[in-house]
């Protein structure tokens, strides 16, 4: 399932495609809100990982405005929930996800997105 916490993680390899093909772009997305079970350490873990600005753009682009535009120095327990909010419980169902550089489309159907190249796609 597309969650934030998968899409800060997915770049585009299509053939040819190095540069500027991350963040991935949101296009006619359908999202489900789903509660998951707070959990401050492993958010606190995964926090070092992420990439901040895709993160919040990509929290933008599906109307989600929580998250400051700069990353804390100071993390405390209200932003940890918050950030727990974006990256586990927002769930894009339906749409597509669009590379920046050469507009290659990935499909998501039921949750799942479809990140699988054509042959002549291939690099």
């Known amino acids: 399932m597309v969650r934030l916490i998968t899409h800060n993680l997915l770049a585009c390899h299509a053939k040819g495609c190095t540069t500027n093909n991350f963040p991935l772009q949101f296009q006619d997305v359908s999202i489900e809100l789903r509660e998951a079970e ?6 606190r873990g995964f926090l070092p990982r992420l990439e901040w600005a895709a993160l919040v753009g990509a929290a933008r682009q599906l109307g989600d405005t929580s998250l400051p535009a700069e990353q804390p120095e100071m993390v405390d327990d209200e932003f940890l929930q918050k950030l727990h909010h974006v990256l ?24 799942i997105p479809n990140m699988l190249l054509a042959e002549h796609e291939i690099g």
Do not use: Q, R, T
């Open 38 to 43: 707070f959990n401050a350490d492993f958010i």
């Open 88 to 111: 586990l419980e927002i769930h894009v169902e339906e749409g597509a996800m669009v590379c920046p550089n050469c507009k290659h489309v990935y499909p998501i159907s039921n949750g």
